[in-house]
């Protein structure tokens, strides 16, 4: 992203955004409430549009890529919708729409990414369940759970920890790093680190939309974040 500028509702909620992504980076998008940190990753993916500025996703803008099965996103909440209850495995399922045809059934690939996914996540006993009963921390290891099924280059999670328990945090921590000791990309928003710290290898920290990504602003906000002095 180039000079990325959103503006919602009269609001500038992004401001002048400069950032590059690399292969292999694990990427920490911090910051108080409401500083713009879902919105820079939508805006990133091209779910919301730039009200100036420009963006690529390998290279190409948003509305011409069509490589999405390089790209897993784990969106902040379930998607409700459809009004038909899916069920978890059918969640996580939908991760691999974007490596199947049309004319192609479900392949045994497919099943095994999702039972792999299923386990990764320790939501196989529940893969029967309707998605919309399980707890909030369940639902996101869904989320998590459908972007691992697309087996994608790049994760790209939206709080992806919040609500989730620790036990389940150590979990993701740990398929995170095999992740990337794999190559694979995250990009994560996160308002607390906890046991992904060790795997971040660059963090920024946005406030009102801006990008504040010198180290002294990093170690301020991490200071307030854990109570210790900078
Ligand atoms: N669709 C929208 N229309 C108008 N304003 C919006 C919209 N989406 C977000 N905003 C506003 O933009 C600002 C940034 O929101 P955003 O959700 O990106 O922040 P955030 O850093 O992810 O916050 P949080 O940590 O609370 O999730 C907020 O003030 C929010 O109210």
Excluded: C
Excluded at 98 to 122: C, F, K, M
Excluded at 153 to 167: C, I, L, Q, R, S
């Amino acid at each position: 992203m180039t000079g990325g500028h959103v503006r919602l509702e009269g609001r500038d909620v992004l401001r002048g955004i400069d950032l590059t992504v690399e292969p292999g980076d694990v990427l920490a998008v911090m910051g108080p409430n409401g500083a713009g940190k879902s919105t820079l990753i939508k805006a990133l993916l091209g779910l919301i549009p730039l009200s100036s500025g420009r963006t690529e996703i390998f290279g190409a803008a948003p509305a011409r890529f069509r490589d999405w099965k390089r790209i897993g996103y784990v969106p902040q909440r379930l998607p409700m919708g459809g009004g038909v209850p899916a069920t978890v495995r059918e969640v996580v399922s939908s991760g691999r729409v974007a490596r199947q045809s049309r004319w192609r059934p479900t392949s045994a690939a497919d099943r095994a990414a999702v039972d792999s996914a299923l386990e990764a996540v320790g939501l196989s006993h529940r893969a029967r369940d309707s998605a919309h009963l399980l707890s909030g921390g369940q639902q996101q290891r869904v989320l998590i759970a459908r972007a691992l099924a697309g087996e994608p280059e790049v994760f790209v999670m939206d709080e992806p920890t919040a609500g989730v328990d620790a036990a389940s945090q150590a979990a993701l921590a740990r398929t995170l790093r095999d992740l990337t000791a794999a190559g694979r990309t995250v990009v994560l928003v996160t308002h607390e680190l906890g046991p992904l710290a060790p795997l971040i290898t660059r963090s920024i920290v946005l406030d009102h939309g801006r990008m504040a990504n010198d180290s002294a602003a990093l170690t301020a906000h991490l200071s307030t974040e854990t109570g210790t002095p900078a």
